[in-house]
């Protein structure tokens, strides 16, 4: 009887090697999944963000380039008048 208990022993801890095995295998890829979910997630956050910086330094540059444009007209105008002035 006891060898028998020994078989019966041996044969449930083999049978129960593939169930861990496969418990294991799935909270595995709930822990990818989740993983992959934070990083889509930080991913879309990043693309925002990026979208906002960008929207911004455009804006800033457009700003620039306004400002940079008055100040070349104003002294073309500057340097007419003064031409004129001048009889140049």
């Known amino acids: 009887m006891t060898t028998l208990k020994f078989v019966l022993l041996i044969i449930l801890a083999l049978a129960t090697v593939p169930a861990g095995n496969w418990i294991g295998g799935m909270?595995?890829?709930q822990r990818v999944e989740s993983a992959f979910k934070e990083l889509r997630e930080?991913?879309?956050k990043d693309t925002a963000y990026l979208a906002g910086f960008q929207a911004a330094q455009e804006a800033e540059r457009d700003r620039f380039?306004?400002?940079n444009e008055a100040r070349v007209q104003a002294a073309l105008k500057a340097n007419a008048e003064l031409a004129a002035e001048l009889g140049l």
């Open 27 to 29: 909270l595995e890829q």
């Open 65 to 67: 380039n306004r400002l």
């Open 42 to 44: 930080q991913e879309a």
